[in-house]
């Protein structure tokens, strides 16, 4: 299995920037050439996100509403994942949680991390 963990998350104020990281823990030596990882987020009362995602042969993909704010990139020596968000709004305010996506043999296979709130508020 694929363990993940995200950091990164905390107050900031509107317009402000927040790093988040997303630490893979696996016996695959290189995640990110075998899964498409992928940053999603949910807020109370609403549907999960997905914000961006990023293909294991690096190709990447954003929700219109944060495309041109935040950018997804991967670190394959440290099996990390990061979100970088700029220009943060109010309205980004969820708990941001790193996903592993993978599908072979006829089977889908998805990881979860726990999520990191980032909030977004003056």
């Known amino acids: 299995q694929v363990q993940l963990v995200e950091s990164g998350g905390g107050l900031v104020q509107p317009g402000g920037s927040l790093r988040l990281s997303c630490a893979a823990s696996t016996r695959i030596a290189r995640i990110f050439n075998i899964y498409d990882m992928a940053w999603y987020r949910q807020a109370p009362g609403k549907q999960r996100e997905l914000v961006a995602t990023?293909?294991?042969?690096?190709?990447?993909d954003y929700a219109d509403s944060v495309k041109g704010r935040f950018t997804i990139s991967g670190d394959d020596a440290k099996n990390t994942v990061y979100l970088q968000m700029n220009s943060l709004k109010p309205e980004d305010t969820a708990v941001y949680l790193c996903?592993?996506?993978?599908?072979?043999?006829?089977?889908?296979?998805?990881?979860w991390g726990q999520g990191t709130q980032v909030t977004v508020s003056a």
């Open positions: 996903n592993a996506y993978r599908r072979w043999m006829g089977n889908e296979f998805n990881y």
């Open positions: 990023i293909t294991s042969t690096g190709s990447t």
